[in-house]
Antibody, heavy 117, light 112 residues
Framework: EVQLVESGGGLVQPGGSLRLSCAASRFTFSSYWMTWVRQAPGKGLEWVANINENGSEEYYVGSVKGRFTISRDNTKNSLFLQMNSLTAEDTAFYYC??????????WGQGTLVTVSS | QSALTQPPSASGSPGQSVTISCTGSSSDVGGYNYVSWYQQHPGKAPKLIIYDVTRRPSGVPDRFSGSKSGNTASLTVSGLQAEDEADYYCNSYADVSDVHWVFGGGTKLTVL
């Protein structure tokens, strides 16, 4: 069964940076698009960014463009999200997920990012 | 404000059927057959239950079905069971600048 484990979340001050990681296993990581989706506590889901199989294509939601960078290391079966210039509006659980065809399929359990002074 | 509109709540008794709607526009739901539905229990990650409007991943009971008409997609849960009580989110590919995947605001399904 596909396994995705996020890490790197925590408390950060407004304007700060954080790097999330997602360790993938039990599937051929390099064959899949990957995506980050976030969910503010008690709120709905929001697509954040995705990246193609070899990392040559990246797409972002407008609210994070220029601040967040998605990347991957297929040699280590890992997905990353570098988050800069964080604001309170970025406070959320961040999920990494596989992107197959036009569906976001398997999800990790999420890591919580809290932006607060 | 979410890009796709869902009712905030829905309910039904065990054994009954419930339908949850998801309304978008011609730039997302109406323009593509790429609507997915996710089930999320409290404190858990979302789980894919419907994709490409009508298709079910392996292991998802056939009590869950999807459909679409124009700019509105629907999820029907038949033969409601207690474990179906959860939040349900729709999702669609979108041909809109600055957002490629849009979600609905979620519907809390209560099994009475």
């Amino acid at each position: 069964e596909v396994q995705l484990v996020e890490s790197g979340g925590g408390l950060v001050q407004p304007g700060g940076s954080l790097r999330l990681s997602c360790a993938a296993s039990r599937f051929t990581f390099s064959s899949y698009w990957m995506t980050w989706v976030r969910q503010a506590p008690g709120k709905g889901l929001e697509w954040v960014a995705n990246i193609n199989e070899n990392g040559s294509e990246e797409y972002y939601v407008g609210s994070v463009k220029g601040r967040f960078t998605i990347s991957r290391d297929n040699t280590k079966n890992s997905l990353f999200l570098q988050m800069n210039s964080l604001t309170a509006e970025d406070t959320a659980f961040y999920y990494c997920a596989t992107h197959s065809g036009f569906r976001i399929h398997y999800w990790g359990q999420g890591t919580l990012v809290t932006v607060s002074s | 404000q979410s890009a796709l509109t869902q009712p905030p709540s829905a309910s039904g008794s065990p054994g009954q059927s419930v339908t949850i709607s998801c309304t978008g526009s011609s730039s997302d739901v109406g323009g593509y057959n790429y609507v997915s539905w996710y089930q999320q229990h409290p404190g858990k990650a979302p789980k894919l239950i419907i994709y490409d409007v009508t298709r079910r991943p392996s292991g998802v009971p056939d009590r869950f079905s999807g459909s679409k008409s124009g700019n509105t997609a629907s999820l029907t849960v038949s033969g409601l069971q207690a474990e179906d009580e959860a939040d349900y989110y729709c999702n669609s590919y979108a041909d809109v600048s600055d957002v490629h995947w849009v979600f609905g605001g979620g519907t809390k399904l209560t099994v009475l």
